[in-house]
């Protein structure tokens, strides 16, 4: 039976950990960023201005939002 050097359970321990973070981050920033495009479409038509939406991430819906004069 192979024997792990102690660095090599440290280093998976460490990469499964950093690794849900970085997916446990991922998931905050999208719903975040969900969140606050509804409300900027909602505020945007209570007050019937026209608005551009870009999304530029579509996995964490990092976006723009530009309100147009017409």
Known sequence: MTR???WTKQLVVTAIIGGFLLLAS????????????????????EQKLSYEL???NSLTNAYSFDILDD
């Not at 991922?26 to 409300?39: A, G, K, P, Y």
């Open 26 to 45: 991922v998931i905050c920033q999208r719903m975040f960023h969900t969140s606050e495009i509804h409300l900027l479409i909602e505020k945007a038509d």
């Open 4 to 6: 792990f050097q102690p």
């Open 54 to 56: 870009i999304i530029h």
